[in-house]
T-cell receptor
């Protein structure tokens, strides 16, 4: 079983819709969770981090964490074509080691 | 402020040759990380430096890989001898270094694309 699992997609949503990205992780000890955005040919960029169960909102982005279910999600409201990218879920694996999922490709259609 | 820089951006070498990748972190960042992404796979952690000390090198695939960070500034990652399976994109990231990894934001460089023929 992979340590961090994501649906590879592509996930296609129309402009203005809500995009929902999901991630599950295997290590129950993990305490910190991150969402990175990576445009094609570019480096990953941190967009959200979450440590406590529940929701965390930042602008159009909301991260949701459920440690009991070992589940993290990212909601993007009012999706824009510029949001089209690969979204990487990452989990702290102890110390400063970070484990990444393979990413979900998101396409926002204008 | 300059971001994380990596050199070269691309490298094409033959199996058995040696390649050295360089990473310059953001000025003042004590933490430096190396990651690798092979085609179609997830980004994998290789190792973590705090200043010049290796804190975690559990992700280094084998002894053909050697990372150094002399003086605690830039870092090099040497692959010797390179094998076909070493092809991929090598990312470097740096962070200021927080008390908790939860609050330690990593900034990634543009990556070095390594192709071993």
């Amino acid at each position: 079983q992979k340590e961090v699992e994501q649906n590879s997609g592509p996930l296609s949503v129309p402009e203005g819709a809500i995009a929902s990205l999901n991630c599950t992780y295997s290590d129950r000890v993990s305490q910190s969770f991150f969402w990175y955005r990576q445009y094609s040919g570019k480096s990953p960029e941190l967009i959200m981090s979450i440590y406590s169960n529940g929701d965390k909102e930042d602008g159009r982005f909301t991260a949701q964490l459920n440690k009991a279910s070992q589940y993290v999600s990212l909601l993007i409201r009012d999706s824009q074509p510029s949001d089209s990218a690969t979204y990487l879920c990452a989990v702290n694996a102890g110390g400063f080691k970070t484990i990444f999922g393979a990413g979900t490709r998101l396409f926002v259609k204008a | 402020e300059a971001g994380v820089t990596q050199f070269p951006s691309h490298s094409v070498i033959e199996k058995g040759q040696t390649v050295t990748l360089r990473c310059d972190p953001i000025s003042g960042h004590d933490n430096l990380y190396w990651y690798r992404r092979v085609m179609g796979k997830e980004i994998k952690f290789l190792l973590h430096f705090v200043k010049e000390s290796k804190q975690d090198e559990s992700g280094m695939p084998n002894n053909r890989f050697l990372a150094e960070r002399t003086g605690g500034t830039y870092s090099t990652l040497k692959v010797q001898p390179a094998e076909l399976e070493d092809s991929g994109v090598y990312f470097c990231a740096s962070s200021q270094g927080a008390a908790s990894p939860s609050t330690d934001t990593q900034y990634f460089g543009p990556g070095t694309r390594l192709t071993v023929l």
